[in-house]
C-alpha cells in the first residue's frame, strides 16, 4: 500500500508510510492483546512461582542507557572501557536525548554536544554538515558500527531513528580508524536486539505537512535467548521550509544476534533508506546577510525549476559484529560490512546576484553517483599482567576497499528574479565535466594497550600503520591515475583517576589524510597531517548519575594545498591551519526527575601559513570563536498528584558570528535559538493507556531568520526556520 500526492509543478515519488505504519500497529495490538491474555489477578493461576532475584549488570559500552548519561564507550578504544579512563574527550548521546528532542537529522541530534558544528549549511535535507574541533567531518569523520558510513566520499544520511546511541571522539584518531580529518569521528550505533521484549509505535504530524510513522521492536525469539531480533521501520512525507522542496524517507532496519553461549555472539545488521528531496539553496549575501532595496530573499526561495529540481537517494548496508572470549584472556571480534550509496542529483543553484540585486545567475548541474564499499576490521584483545601492570592489549588488521562512479554535467542556465521567480525556463545542454571511476583500497594494521597501575593510574599507547592504494580512471581523457600513501600514526595519553571521581588527563595524537590528484608537474600531493596536544578533567560525582568534562587543546594541521607563488597553475603543500580551544560539557539524569545537557566551545582558529592572499593570520571560513548550548528536562514525579506524568523541556543555544571565506570578507551575525518540548504519559487518564505518550516539540521557537553560513558574497545558506511536531507512542 503507498500513499501519493500531488505538489504543484512536480512529480512526487510513493513512500510506503501507510504500510510501515500499519505493520507497527499491528505489533502493538499483538502485544497489547499478549497482554491482555496474563492473568489479572494471582488467584486466576494456581502456579508457584519461585522467588525472583534481581542482580545488577554492569553497563556495557554497546547497551541501551536509560536516561541521559553513559558511562562507557567504545568509539575511543575500539575496546569497552569507561569514559572517564580514555585520555581524550568522549561524549555519547543516548536515545533518550534523541527521543526527548524527537530529532530528525543527526544535525539535530548533536546540537547540543561540545566542540560539534552542525547545520553549517543550512537547511538541507541531503547530507549532514557538521564540523568537530573546527574541522569539516561529514566526508572522512562518520562511522557506523566502528566501519566508515561515508566511504571517505560524501553519498549518504542516516535514519537518526535507526539508532541506539552515538558516540563522538574528539582529536586526531587514525591511530584507530586510519585516514581522517583531525578534528575527531562521530559513531553511530545502530538499534540491536535486546535480551527482553520492547518496542514502540510512533506516529507524528507537525510543520510542513510532515506526516511520519515509525516502530521498533526487539526481543528474544525463545526461551533461552539464543536468538534474538530487532525490526526498525520508518516512513515521511513532508515537505520543508523551501518551496518546491520535498522532505520524503522511507527507511528499514532489521537485526539478528545468535548467542549460543556465554563467550559468543553474532549479530547480523542490515539496512535500507530511500529519499527524496532538492538541493540545498545557494543564495547572495546580499538579500540574505545584507538588506537590499527589495528587502531580504524570502527563506522559503527556490531558485531552480520545479520541474527538474530532484535528490533521489538509496543506500543500503549488510553486515555483522562478531565477538568470541578465549577463556578469561584473550578475546576474538570481527565487523564486516557491504554498503551501497547511490544518488541522481539535479539542481539549477545561484551563481550570484547581478547589480540590480534582484537578477541571479544560474547554473545547470546534474550529478549520478554510485559507492560502493567493503569494509572488515578484526581485532584480538588480551587481558594479562606484567608484574603490578594489568594490561588490555589490542591488535588489529582492518582492511577497506571503495569504488566511486561519478558523471557530473553542467552548463550555464537563465537567470531568475529572487524577488518575483517565474519558473519554465528551457533548459540548456549539457557538458561533460567529470567521468570517472575511483578504486580504493586501504589497509591499516593497529596496537594499542591500556596500562593500569594500581587503582590510580592509566595509560593508554598506540600505532598504527596504513597504506592506502587509489587508482582514478577518467573515461573521458581514457587517463588512469595510481597513487600510493602510507603514514604510521601514534597516541599516547594518561589518566589518573581520583578517589573523589576527578580524572585528569593529559594526551598527544596524530592523524593524516590523502589528498588525491597531482600538482602542475604531475606530482601526487602528500597526505595532509594533523597533531593534537590535549589535557583536560573528567569528572563523575560518586553516588550522581552525571558526568562532566573540561578539556584544553591545540590542533595543527599541516600540508594543506596552497597557490605556488612561482606559478599560479601550480599548488604547493606549504599551506597549515591551527586551532586551540577549550571545550565544557555536562550530562545529568537526577532522581528528582531533572535531565540536562549543557555545553560550551571556545575556539581560537588560525591559518598560519597561506600563499593566497589575505588568510594568514585568519579565522578560516564557518567556524565561529564562541558557541553554547543548554537543554533542561524534568518530569513532574508521582507525588504531585493530577500534574504527575507531565514533562517539559526546554533549551537555549548560541553560535557566534562566522567570517565567510578564508580571506574574511565579511562576517555572518550570530545567531541564539531556542526549543521546547512538552509530553504527557497517558496512564494518567486510565491504566488500559498504559504506555501511550503525547508529545509536542518545537524547534526555533521564535522562529529566527538566519544564517548558517557564507562561502563567499555569492554562497549563503539560511538556517532552519520554527518547526513544531507532535506525536502519540505507544511503548511496551
Known sequence: MHISRARRGARIPHVPTTALAFVALALAAAEAARAQDAPDHPAATTTALPPVVVEAQREGAMDQVQGYVARRATTGTKTDTPIREIPQSVSVVT???????????????????????????GADWRFDWFRLRGFDAQTNSVYLDGLRYQFGSLVGMIEPYGLQRIEILRGPSSVLYGPNEPGGVVNLVQRRPTPAPQGEVRLLAGSHA?????????????RDGTWSYSLTGFGRLANTQVDYTPNDRGFVAPALTWRPDEDTSLTLLAYYQRDWTNGTQFLPSFGTVFATPFGRVPTSRFTGEPDYDKFARTQYG????????????????????????????????GLGVRPDLRTLDRFAFRSDTNANAFQVDTG????????????????????????????????????????????GAPLPAYLPFTDSRQTSDQVGLYLQDQIRLGERWVMTVGGRQDWVNTDTRNRLATTTERQDDSAFTWRAGLVYLAGSGLAPYASYARSFQPQLGTNFLGQPFRPSKGEQFEIGIKYQPPGLNSFIQASLFQITQTNLRTVDPANPLNQVQTGEVRIRGFELEGVASLANGLSLIGSYTYLDPETTQSNTPGEVGRRPSGIPNHAAALWLDYTIPESAGRFAGIGIGGGVRYVGNTPAGNANAFLVPSATLFDLALRYDLERLGRNLKGMQLAVNATNLTDEQYVGRCDGASSCFYGFRRSVVGSVAYRW
Open 95 to 121: 536515545r533518550d536525548q534523541i527521543d526527548a528532542r524527537q530529532a530528525q537529522t543527526l544535525g539535530q541530534a548533536l546540537r547540543y554536544s561540545a566542540g560539534v558544528r552542525v547545520e553549517q549549511y
Open 210 to 222: 510532515n506526516r511520519t510513522a515509525a516502530f521498533t521492536s526487539s526481543g528474544p525469539l525463545d
Open 318 to 349: 549488510l553486515g555483522y559484529a562478531f565477538e568470541r572470549r578465549l577463556g578469561s584472556t584473550f578475546t576474538v571480534r570481527q565487523n564486516l560490512r557491504y554498503a551501497h550509496a547511490g544518488y541522481d542529483w539535479q539542481q539549477l543553484y
Open 380 to 423: 584480538l584483545q588480551a587481558r594479562f599482567a606484567t608484574g603490578p601492570l594489568d594490561h588490555t592489549v589490542l591488535v588489529g588488521l582492518d582492511y577497506a576497499r571503495g569504488v566511486f562512479d561519478t558523471r557530473i554535467a553542467g552548463a550555464g542556465a537563465a537567470p531568475i528574479d529572487l524577488y518575483a521567480p517565474a519558473y
